[in-house]
C-alpha cells in the first residue's frame, strides 16, 4: 500500500473533510488555499463583482432551507387535518421542490463551468476544488433524498410520522448545504481577491 501525499489527496470520508461533519476549512487542512479574511473582503474593491454575486445566491439557497425547516416546523404546530395544515403542507411541497431545482441547476454550473475554470486558474487549489466536487456528490444525495420524500406532502391524510421524516431530512440538507456553501465561498473568493490584488 502506498501513502497518499498530503498536498494532492485526502479521505474524504474522514470526518475532518466530509461536508456532513467538517467544522470549516483552513489553508492547513486544504493545501494550496488562500486565507480567507471575511472581514477585509468588504473593503476589496473586487469584492463587487462575481463574489458579492456568488454570496448573493449563496444567501437565497440558505434562505429557501430555512424556509423549508420553519415551515414543516410550523405545519406540526397546525391541527392535524386542519386546512391550515394543508396549505403549509402544499406551500412547504413548492418551497422543497423550488429549492432542489435551485440548488441542482446552481452546483451544475458550477460543476460544468466554475470549477473547471477555478482549476485551470489556480492550479494550487486542486485539492480544495476535488473537495467541492465531492460535497457536490453527497448534496446530490440530500436532493435526491428529499426530492423523494416531498411528494408525500401532498398526499391526502399523511400523518405527523411522515411529516417528521420530511422535516428531518430538509434538517439534513440544511446542515449540508450551509456548511459547503460556506466552505466554498472561503475557497474560491480569497482566490478572485488574490488574482486582482
Do not use: C
Not at 25 to 34: E, V
Not at 106 to 122: I, K, N, R, T
Amino acid at each position: 500500500m502506498t501513502e497518499q501525499d498530503p498536498t494532492t489527496a485526502f479521505d474524504y470520508e474522514e470526518p475532518k473533510f466530509h461536508v456532513a461533519t467538517r467544522s470549516k476549512i483552513t489553508a492547513r487542512l486544504l493545501p494550496g488555499t488562500f486565507v480567507a479574511d471575511r472581514k477585509a473582503w468588504e473593503s476589496d474593491p473586487h469584492f463587487l463583482g462575481w463574489p458579492t454575486h456568488l454570496q448573493r445566491l449563496h444567501g437565497a439557497i440558505s434562505a429557501a432551507s430555512a424556509r423549508l425547516v420553519s415551515g414543516l416546523e410550523a405545519t406540526l404546530d397546525e391541527p392535524e387535518g386542519s386546512a391550515q395544515e394543508r396549505k403549509y403542507l402544499t406551500n412547504m411541497a413548492r418551497v422543497g421542490q423550488d429549492l432542489v431545482a435551485h440548488v441542482r441547476g446552481h452546483h451544475g454550473f458550477e460543476d460544468g463551468h466554475v470549477l473547471p475554470g477555478f482549476l485551470a486558474q489556480f492550479p494550487e487549489l486542486s485539492v480544495a476544488i476535488d473537495l467541492l466536487e465531492k460535497d457536490h456528490r453527497v448534496l446530490d444525495s440530500a436532493l435526491d433524498q428529499t426530492e423523494q420524500l416531498l411528494p408525500s406532502l401532498r398526499r391526502e391524510g399523511i400523518d405527523r410520522r411522515s411529516v417528521g421524516r420530511v422535516l428531518v431530512q430538509a434538517k439534513v440538507l440544511g446542515k449540508i448545504l450551509s456548511r459547503h456553501t460556506y466552505d466554498e465561498e472561503d475557497i474560491l473568493i480569497p482566490a478572485v481577491l488574490h488574482a486582482h490584488a
